[in-house]
T-cell receptor
C-alpha cells in the first residue's frame, strides 16, 4: 500500500473559521510533510515531522498549526486565514532510511484545495 | 543551498513521439538524489523516476528514462512513445542524502502537452 490519503478534497472557509486538514499513511513512514502549492508553481515546504516531532518549520505564520498525533496521522489546523492562503495543500511521507524503503522519495497525497473567502 | 532550474516552461509533443525535458541543478554535495515528479490536472504528485547520484547508470522506468550528467549537473527526462496520459506538469527535484527528513528542492516545472 503506497497511498497517502487526505481529507477533505475541497474546503471553503471564512477568515474567522477554524478548520483542520487531515493526512494519513499506513506505509510505516516516519517522516511526514505539509506543502502549500499555488497554481502553476512548485510545492513549497511548510512543515516536516520526523518520528512525530516537528523537525522543520519553514517560518510559516502561526495561523497554520501542525499536529502529528501518531506515526500515521498528520493534521494541519487552520485559524484566521487570509484570502492569500487559498491554495492546494499537499501532504507527503517518506521512509526513515534507505533500509526501510528503496530511497528517499516522498509519496504525496491528492491534496486539499482550500479557498478562503 | 541547492537550486534546481527547469528552463522550459512549456513543451509539446505529438502522440507516439519522444520528448526530452531539461533540468539542471546546483550543489556542492557529492551524494544526493534526483527525482522527476508528474502532476496531472487531477493534481496528485506522482513519482516518475529517481536517480541516486553515486550511480553512473541512468535510471529507466518503462517509457521514461533520464540522462544524468553529474559533472554538468544535468538531469533530463526522456519520454518515449508519448501518450495522452503523459500530459501534465513535470517537476524536477533534488534531495540531500542523510537524515530522516530532508527537504525536496523543486524546479519551477515544465508543462507538457501531448497532441494527436
Amino acid at each position: 500500500d503506497t497511498e497517502v490519503t487526505q481529507t477533505p478534497k475541497h474546503l471553503v472557509m471564512g477568515m474567522t473559521n477554524k478548520k483542520s486538514l487531515k493526512c494519513e499513511q499506513h506505509m510505516g513512514h516516519r517522516a511526514m510533510y505539509w506543502y502549500k502549492q499555488k497554481a502553476k508553481k512548485p510545492p513549497e515546504l511548510m512543515f516536516v515531522y520526523s518520528y512525530e516531532k516537528l523537525s522543520i518549520n519553514e517560518s510559516v505564520p502561526s495561523r497554520f498549526s501542525p499536529e502529528c498525533p501518531n506515526s500515521s496521522l498528520l493534521n494541519l489546523h487552520l485559524h484566521a486565514l487570509q484570502p492569500e492562503d487559498s491554495a492546494l495543500y499537499l501532504c507527503a511521507s517518506s521512509p526513515r532510511t534507505p533500509g526501510q524503503g528503496t530511497s528517499y522519495e516522498q509519496y504525496f497525497g491528492p491534496g486539499t484545495r482550500l479557498t478562503v473567502t | 543551498a541547492q537550486t534546481v532550474t527547469q528552463s522550459q516552461p512549456e513543451m509539446s509533443v505529438q502522440e507516439a513521439e519522444t520528448v526530452t525535458l531539461s533540468c539542471t541543478y546546483d550543489t556542492s554535495e557529492s551524494d544526493y538524489y534526483l527525482f522527476w515528479y508528474k502532476q496531472p490536472p487531477s493534481r496528485q504528485m506522482i513519482l516518475v523516476i529517481r536517480q541516486e547520484a553515486y550511480k553512473q547508470q541512468n535510471a529507466t522506468e518503462n517509457r521514461f528514462s533520464v540522462n544524468f550528467q553529474k559533472a554538468a549537473k544535468s538531469f533530463s527526462l526522456k519520454i518515449s512513445d508519448s501518450q495522452l496520459g503523459d500530459a501534465a506538469m513535470y517537476f524536477c527535484a533534488y534531495r540531500s542524502v542523510g537524515g530522516t527528513a530532508s527537504k525536496l528542492t523543486f524546479g519551477t516545472g515544465t508543462r507538457l502537452q501531448v497532441t494527436l
